[in-house]
């Protein structure tokens, strides 16, 4: 009697959505504070902790609903997966962020990035300015390196949690 195996896809759907809500009501809320432009570490490290986190769950309830079972390659996918998802979700958001809500949102990151180098002082007005017109002219370009640093991420964080959590099959 063959039994129902539980797919990764499914998993990595649910669990995606759910990275990604959580991300996207971070994101308003930062907004609220209007630190959503600010570079400060801490935003960055809370939301890699609630990427682990989730991605760590998701891996977990897939093992459970699995028999217990985990390969290291199921925990990858799933890593990539949820990641993927969560990303795509991510993008959106910044591009309602950059073209709705908040319309100033890039001119207000290449500022920050101004006023953090002339405090740094290694770079000089000319390369400051380059900088500062790079980030406005080529904010898209911040919409593929969401996706490509999410599923990197991912990957990464699945292969730890499926490294700690994998147990193999019995062959019998």
Do not use: C
Request: glycine share 10%.
């Amino acid at each position: 009697m063959e039994e129902n195996q539980p797919k990764t896809g499914k998993f990595s759907l649910n669990y995606g959505l759910i990275l990604g809500a959580i991300s996207v009501i971070f994101g308003i809320m930062l907004y609220s504070m209007d630190a959503h432009t600010s570079q400060d570490p801490s935003n960055t490290v809370i939301s890699i902790v609630i990427m682990v986190a989730v991605i760590i769950w998701g891996i977990i309830s897939f093992r459970k609903a699995n028999g217990g079972f985990l390969t290291l390659g199921e925990a990858l996918k799933l890593g990539a997966g949820i990641a993927l998802v969560a990303a795509i979700i991510a993008v959106l958001y910044t591009v309602l962020m950059a073209n709705v809500i908040d319309p100033d949102f890039a001119l207000k990151i290449a500022e920050n990035q101004k006023a953090a180098g002339e405090a740094a002082g290694t770079m000089s007005a000319e390369q400051l300015q380059q900088q500062y017109d790079g980030t406005i002219n080529y904010f898209w370009i911040s919409y593929p390196f969401i996706l490509i640093f999410n599923i990197i991420a991912g990957l990464i964080i699945g292969l730890i949690g499926g490294l700690i959590l994998k147990k193999a099959k019995p062959d019998y």
